[in-house]
């Protein structure tokens, strides 16, 4: 069954020849590469584009590592430039045309950049690049072109693209989704003992050693133990200086806090890990620390602790963080500050709210209950929303089957399968 990424490929033909250099972005192995160069490709080709006006090179395939040298690939595209038609260039996972010395240097130019810039300047040129690390292009290249740059960045599948293409029940493709992730290449895979061997390689072979060869890291030991601690702490909340305590009083001393910090970094700009930061939703203002750091890929975050961690309540969580960063939320952790009477004392307390998403002028608070047994867990849950003081909707998605309900305090409960699977679910659902 093929899958057609219509979130994604909608954004690309918003952006047709707009003039501006398209970066698509994402995690390796999450389909940005099926994107461009066959959803995408085959659009062009059902609209009449010639297939010789289309140049595609993936930077990361061996037989173009001739390519990964900027002039060289910028003399292969203009002999390809032999008419005054409309050509469409295809750049596949751009980093491996940066060097080393590039990314150490500061100060040295990144010689890709021109490349791009020069195609940038002719008018029949439409130029699409992918790439699998935020530094050094999503950032960097809304920088160098001043505003003609624009990223489409692209997740794992989500569970609504997922469940049509899995086969199976609503609940077998969820148990799986928790498992095994949204990597599109696990769904060709026949056998547990097949997609855990494959997505156990590809954080050992691809992800780690990504990221090892490109910040030439000499610590692999503390790297590997950081990726652990983050991927069996989804939804709880951590910074470098709590993580590098718990190194101490567990022994590991070989990994310093300044380190912790980079390798932090190095993580989310390898879309492994995203940082969701807390925000203070009365004092309308963000805290800088501690933060939470969710997986962009579930089946990636059971692989790094070889499945040996699946808690669905904390799984849950993260998948409906993925989904409002798939639907073009912006997404912090809030709280509420409250003050009790305690023991004849006024004191503050800070509530949770799982999820603050916005886009625009639209924001929800969300909050990620497995189970509501009773009232009791009801009145825990929606303690921090009932004290929120405006009227944007406010919703809590359970995994329990039910139907969608608002109670007497105006507090939309919705099933989790409802939720992911109506893409509308937040602006329709009452």
């Given at each position: ?46 609209q ?22 900027p ?50 300047r ?44 899995h ?8 148990t ?7 990597l ?216 329990q ?7 007497e ?22």
């Open positions: 069954m093929e899958i057609k990424r219509h979130r994604y490929l909608e954004q690309l033909l918003r952006k047709m020849d707009n003039d501006m250099i398209k970066v698509i972005t994402g995690i390796r192995r999450s389909g940005k590469s099926y994107l461009l160069f066959h959803l995408f490709q085959d659009y062009l080709i059902d009449g584009v010639k297939e010789e006006n289309i140049i595609s090179v993936s930077l990361d395939e061996e037989d173009n590592a001739v390519y990964r040298d002039a060289k690939l910028y003399e292969y595209i203009k002999s390809r430039l032999i008419s005054n038609d409309k050509y469409y260039v295809f750049l596949d996972e751009v980093q491996f045309a940066i060097s080393k010395e590039e990314m150490k240097n500061k100060d040295k130019p990144i010689r890709i950049y021109g490349v791009l810039n020069s195609l940038l002719k008018n029949n040129v439409d130029v699409y690049v992918t790439g699998s690390n935020s530094k050094f292009l999503s950032t960097d290249v809304m920088t160098e072109f001043r505003g003609r740059g624009d990223e489409i960045h692209i997740a794992p599948l989500s569970f609504s693209e997922y469940y049509p293409a086969g199976g029940s609503k609940e077998e493709a969820w799986d989704y928790l498992y095994y992730g949204g599109p290449y696990v769904l060709k895979l026949q056998t547990d003992e097949d997609k855990t061997k494959y997505l156990e390689r590809l954080c050992d072979e691809l992800y780690i050693r990504d990221i090892i060869e490109r910040y030439d890291i000499k610590n692999e030991a503390g790297l590997r133990a950081l990726i652990k601690v983050l991927a069996s702490g989804t939804g709880s909340l951590t910074n470098p200086q709590k993580i590098a305590d718990t190194f101490t009083s567990s022994g590991q001393k070989e990994i310093s806090l300044p380190t912790i910090t980079n390798y932090m970094k190095y993580l989310q700009e390898a879309f492994v890990f995203e940082k969701a930061e807390r925000y203070d939703i009365k004092g309308r203002k963000y805290i800088s620390t501690p933060s939470k750091y969710y997986s962009t890929d579930i089946g990636v975050r059971n692989a790094f602790l070889n499945f040996r961690q699946f808690e669905e309540t904390h799984l849950m969580e993260n998948v409906i963080y993925n989904e409002l960063i798939y639907r073009g939320y912006h997404v912090d952790v809030g709280i509420v500050e409250i003050t009790e009477n305690s023991d004849g004392r006024r004191k503050r307390k800070q509530l949770e709210v799982d999820f603050v998403a916005n886009k625009g002028n639209r924001r929800y608070y969300v909050q990620s209950a497995y189970a509501l047994p009773d009232q009791e867990k009801i009145d825990q849950e929606q303690a921090s929303l009932i004290r929120i003081p405006d009227s944007f909707r406010k919703i809590i998605v359970v995994k089957n039910m139907k969608p309900w608002v109670n305090n105006g507090i939309l409960f919705v099933n989790v399968f409802d939720f992911l699977l109506n893409e509308n679910s937040l602006e329709i659902l009452a």
